[in-house]
């Protein structure tokens, strides 16, 4: 029974002496490293659109009743002039019909007022002659003037009425011509809203029969550009987009409009900006969401610095540091002075903010200030510093921090209490 106590004693001796050096012992340092290299460096801000016509109208009536027949339907090529509907003409040739009958019966009525006249004017020459002989009285050739007169105003009435009515028939007429609809422009209908059989009423709103895109060959997109982003918006920009539809291919644009007034949804402002697409091939068509890139600065020939480089800090510096109470959970996160994010990122500050890298010479990490500028979300320009091409930076530690530290430091206020 000793000879087993002593041999369990040894046993648990030796593993203890062995966990002992394995887990208080400081795990070998490695660090992950970039190179620096000289490069072009495009800066962009990324958006979100739909695509469109340039130029789309919606086409309706004005007048009202049943559609007849279609001449056109969804995807249909039209000219412009070109019949696309009809609506029933039954009610409109009765209305010109009812039009041109009374147009004839006013210019009867005048041709009757104008005889009228005549045979008034010429009671009327005579008994002047009458009374200047003496033949008739005074009374009689006032009877005689008055007669022309009247006949004379009955004359204008009858003017009038015909003239009331010409316009009458006119209008029947031009209801007639807009029972059939016409394309205004040459374009291709994107849609449709009525079938054979349906009543359509033209009331105060004129309602929306089909609506046609004029030149699908030229598009444009509307894109939503967020505030702390439109200042670095220009006319004339270049932009890259692409589709759902088609993941493999970039298409190109131009912006051509930035437009002043405020989109605002639950608090956040977005501005308006406008790009036009040549669409020559017909790929795109209206409603595709467009995931647009807008290239706002480009240079060439930098130092390109990697991002995960300003973020990295030593973890002995930052295990330190949280003991001290020097620095907070989310300064370690962001790393060593300083970061850029992705495409919406612009000139750096450079040593306004602090910023430090770590150059890995002789095994060791060396901290250099640097000073950047643009940025996209692969790679930072490198303004100002010592580093120079070829040099590796830090981007990330592996090791370096024992289990019993690491548990120690897991929480920041534990020295506090």
């Known amino acids: 029974m000793k000879k087993y106590l002593v041999m369990a004693s040894v046993f648990i001796l030796v593993v203890g002496i062995a966990g002992y050096f394995f887990y208080g012992r400081t795990p070998d340092i490695r660090y992950k490293t970039a190179k620096i290299e000289r490069g072009t460096i495009i800066s962009t801000v990324a958006a979100t659109g739909n695509l469109s016509a340039v130029t789309t109208v919606q086409v309706g009536t004005q007048v009202s009743g049943t559609i007849q027949k279609l001449y056109a339907d969804f995807n249909s090529r039209v000219k412009k002039g070109q019949a696309i509907a009809e609506i029933d003409p039954s009610l409109f040739n009765a209305s010109v019909e009812q039009s041109q009958g009374n147009y004839l019966s006013a210019e009867a009525n005048l041709q009757k007022a104008k005889v009228t006249v005549a045979d008034a004017a010429r009671t009327f020459n005579r008994n002047r002659q009458l009374l200047a002989d003496g033949i008739i009285s005074q009374g009689d050739f006032d009877v005689a003037e008055t007669a022309l007169l009247s006949s ?3 004359v204008k009435a009858a003017e009038g009425a ?16 807009y029972s059939i609809i016409r394309s205004p422009v040459d374009g291709v209908v994107i849609s449709r809203a009525v079938d054979v059989g349906q009543t359509v009423a033209a ?12 030149d699908l060959t030229k598009m444009q997109i509307e894109v939503s550009v967020d505030e702390a982003d439109i200042s670095r918006i220009k006319l004339h920009q270049n932009t890259s987009f692409t589709v759902d539809s088609y993941p493999e291919l970039t298409f190109r644009g131009e912006i051509v409009q930035i437009r002043s007034a405020p989109v605002i949804t639950q608090n956040v402002v977005t501005y308006v900006v406008v790009v036009n697409v040549d669409n020559s091939d017909l790929k795109l068509m209206p409603g595709m969401t467009a995931n647009v890139s807008v290239e706002v600065a480009k240079k060439d020939d930098v130092l390109k610095l990697p991002p995960a480089a300003l973020r990295f800090k030593p973890k002995s510096i930052v295990n330190d540091a949280k003991e001290k109470g020097t620095v907070s959970p989310a300064q370690h996160s962001a790393g060593g002075g300083g970061s850029h994010g992705g ?10 903010r602090g910023q430090v890298v770590y150059l890995l010479k002789e095994g060791k990490p060396v901290a250099t ?14 303004v100002e510093g010592t580093i120079k091409e070829g040099d590796d930076v830090i981007v990330d530690q592996i090791g370096g921090e024992t289990k019993k530290k690491a548990g120690a430091g897991g929480s920041p206020m534990g020295h506090r209490f």
């Open 162 to 177: 015909l003239s009331q009515t010409r316009g009458s028939l006119m209008q029947a007429k031009t209801n007639l011509r």
């Open 152 to 154: 004379k105003a009955a």
């Open 343 to 352: 495409g919406k990122t612009g000139p750096g500050k450079g040593t306004d």
């Open 369 to 382: 200030p640097v000073k950047t500028g643009i940025a996209n979300n692969s790679s930072i320009e490198l």
């Open 203 to 214: 009331s105060f709103q004129t309602p929306t029969l089909f609506t046609i895109a004029q």
